[in-house]
């Protein structure tokens, strides 16, 4: 009899050597003359522990993490593929308390199987989701989604029933769903994980959302950064081709559905939803004006269903369990669940899926566990790039739409990136407007040049350099990027630039520079 | 992101890289992606062939090819590093891990410049940004760099023909 070992193909694990550690994992179970089945399934998510490296056994599964190439050979020898205890050992997975306090619905699949395995997938709950929705009317689906409460997970929060509808309703016999995962934002990395950890799932929302809106072609436009992930993602359409729930036939519904996976080219721009629609045209991802909306007329002026891979994710699990169940999730009108990514200086970052209404210090005190330096938090980062720096005493927030709109910030694709105190909060707004001058994609005048002037005023800033005036400068200049941008590249660089004034002016004068904070 | 670089480059060569591209994908930036991919990257020729084949303007085409990070126009050396400097990086120490890859490798990090057989290009965001700071080397992913680390895959990369 073998002994079933799972080892994360994931790529973050894969970057700290999980395919080393599953390559010599099955030499030393060999040489001790041990039948191994080494399984490459998706990350639980717990990246601090990886490579993390489970163990089937008669009482579940037993973790060990984090495991070296040079740890296999002692933890062989001290029990490991009986799931002996060891210093490196977790005990069972599914009583690890950083899991347990989770309430993971998009991502309730990751880390548990072979994410290629299409019967490990319909064990695991896959397609009851899409039978449900292929069985009743396609207005009850788009209710169902609207009751839901499901809202844009890409940033915007927009309703998702709406959209829906919207398309839905939309004249013409051409449409399309086109899922964004070109996820650009630094601290995020939760499409990655579920599109390598668990593509099906994706794939079932999509094809939920086309058969509903009447859309025969979805398309997966995925950042050339993620490598894995597209590769993952073309085997996953073969699969479920072939198994008979894409293509002209949708399980035997009549109504067809297909997908294909685009490759970026790397652009930033290119995750505003209009850019993506240009680049999926094939152009320059030049940001579009709107109206027309794109649900309205899209990709190559047709009705297009724009979501990102969270959202279309969230979808499989609504249809299963029914909208109620969904939407007694969360608070107020953020409703379900939200996929957090603890990133950065963090001593235990990775992927936590909770009900709206978390605070920002419970997800990176209790399970961030602060700072990997071991220093104190100076400034967390929430929503990526265009969000705002919020300083350590702001962290009581709740981490849902509208209370984070209220404290100046925005939860963005659920990005959480902490500084500790060695941080120079002039050099990180100086960043800000440095990304936007490298990545705008120059349609509008104060988001192209706006941007670069910017990263020259905060220098005379730090420089001494009439910090005074200066400072108004930069303020005005904020103004005009916010107000005349058509999207949130320009519209949204001045919140981590105006936050970082705000709650952390010290650094901005010449003669505390880097130093203010100490 | 990576790159075969393989032989000659004639107008023939390129025509029958854009011709086994399916209908759909004929559109200018999936042809240079395909450019790219016979190449390695974008020779100036191909700029007239690509125009041809859709009958479009040189114009769009070059328009396209100078908007995306990804599409070079030289030759890519042996070895392509993209550092992540992006916000969860920085918080994990990249700007100090620049300093010492500016300093041991003798190079300045830039936007897609070549500078010997191993070039050194800043990225943004490689989502993995729980355990940065994060670099891609010929489209491997590497976790928690020092400078050792840096080094190590730099040499791997070397030996392990792509």
Not at chain 1, 96 to 118: E, Y
Not at chain 2, 146 to 160: E, K, L, S, T, Y
Request: hydrophobic content about 45%; glycine content about 12%; proline content about 5%.
């Amino acid at each position: 009899m073998s002994v079933r070992v799972y080892v994360p193909g994931d790529s973050a694990a894969c970057s700290v050597g999980a395919d080393e550690v599953a390559a010599r994992i099955t030499e030393v179970a060999a040489a001790e003359g041990v039948t191994v089945e080494v399984i490459r399934n998706g990350s639980r998510g717990m990246l601090w522990l990886e490579p993390f490296v489970e163990i089937q056994t008669a009482a579940g599964r037993v973790g060990y993490g984090p495991v070296t190439v040079g740890d296999v050979e002692a933890l062989i020898g001290s029990g490991l593929l009986e799931g002996a205890p060891h210093a490196l050992g977790h005990g069972l997975v599914d009583e690890i308390p950083w899991l347990t306090r989770q309430h993971r619905v998009s991502f309730a699949r990751v880390g548990l199987a072979d994410p290629l395995d299409m019967d490990d997938y319909r064990r695991l709950g896959g397609l009851i989701g899409l039978r449900r929705a292929l069985a009743i009317p396609v207005e009850e689906v788009a209710a169902d989604i609207l009751a839901s409460g499901l809202r844009g997970r890409g940033g915007a929060g927009f309703p998702a029933g709406i959209k829906w509808r919207t398309v839905l309703e939309a004249p013409g016999d051409t449409k399309y769903v086109c899922c964004n995962a070109d996820e650009g934002d630094s601290g995020t990395f939760a499409d990655r994980m579920l599109m390598e950890g668990d593509p099906f799932t994706l794939l079932e929302g999509m094809t939920i959302a086309g058969t509903t809106v009447g859309a025969s072609i979805g398309l997966i436009y995925v950042r050339s950064e993620y490598p894995a992930a597209i590769r993952t993602l073309r085997t996953a359409v073969d699969i479920a081709r072939v198994d008979g729930w894409l293509g002209p036939d949708v399980l035997g519904s009549g109504r067809s559905f297909d997908i294909r996976i685009v490759e970026g080219a790397g652009s930033y721009v290119c995750g505003e939803e209009t850019a993506m629609l240009e680049s999926l045209e094939g152009k320059r991802g030049m940001v579009r004006p709107k109206p027309p909306i794109p649900a309205l007329q899209g990709l190559f002026g047709h009705p297009t269903l724009v979501h990102n891979v969270l959202t279309l994710s969230a979808v499989p699990a609504i249809l299963a369990d029914g909208a109620a169940a969904y939407q007694g999730l969360g608070v107020d009108r953020s409703r379900g669940t939200q996929v957090f990514q603890l990133a950065g200086n963090i001593a235990r970052g990775g992927i936590v899926e909770l009900a709206f209404g978390v605070s920002l210090r419970e997800l990176v005190e209790d399970f961030g566990g602060a700072t990997y330096s071991g220093r104190p938090i100076r400034a967390v980062q929430v929503g990526g790039p265009l969000g705002a720096y919020l300083p350590e005493h702001a962290l009581d927030v709740a981490m849902d739409y509208e209370a984070l709109a209220a404290a100046g910030g925005m939860l963005g694709h659920g990005g959480v990136v902490v500084f500790d105190d060695t941080v120079d909060m002039a050099a990180q707004a100086r960043f800000a407007m440095e990304f936007c001058a490298v990545e705008s994609c120059g349609k509008c005048t104060p988001c192209r040049i706006g941007s670069t002037r910017g990263v020259e005023v905060i220098d005379k800033i730090t420089a001494g350099i009439d910090p005074e005036r200066n400072l108004v400068l930069l303020e005005e200049l904020c103004e005009t990027m916010t107000d005349g941008s058509l999207c949130a590249m320009g519209g949204l660089t001045p919140l981590p630039v105006r936050s970082a004034v705000a709650h952390f002016g010290e650094d901005f004068h010449p003669s505390t520079n880097g130093q203010g904070k100490r | 992101m990576v790159w075969k670089v393989s032989g000659q480059i004639t107008s023939e060569s390129a025509i029958r890289a854009l011709e086994a591209l399916p209908t759909h994908e004929r559109l200018i930036l999936p042809c240079l992606q395909a450019i790219q991919r016979a190449y390695g990257f974008v020779p100036d020729e191909s700029v007239d062939v690509v125009a041809g084949f859709l009958n479009v303007s040189r114009a769009e085409v070059v328009g396209v090819l100078t908007y995306y990070h990804d599409l070079r126009r030289t030759p890519p050396p042996a070895v392509v590093v993209g550092v992540c400097v992006a916000e969860a990086c920085q918080a994990a120490g990249v700007r100090s891990l620049i300093e010492q890859i500016e300093h041991d490798f003798s190079v300045t990090l830039g936007v897609g410049k070549a500078s010997g057989p191993v070039e050194f290009a800043k990225v943004y965001c490689l989502g993995n940004c729980a355990l940065g700071p994060a670099i891609m080397v010929n489209g491997r992913l590497v976790g928690r760099c020092d400078i050792g680390r840096v080094r190590a895959a730099v040499v791997d990369a070397q030996v392990v023909p792509r």
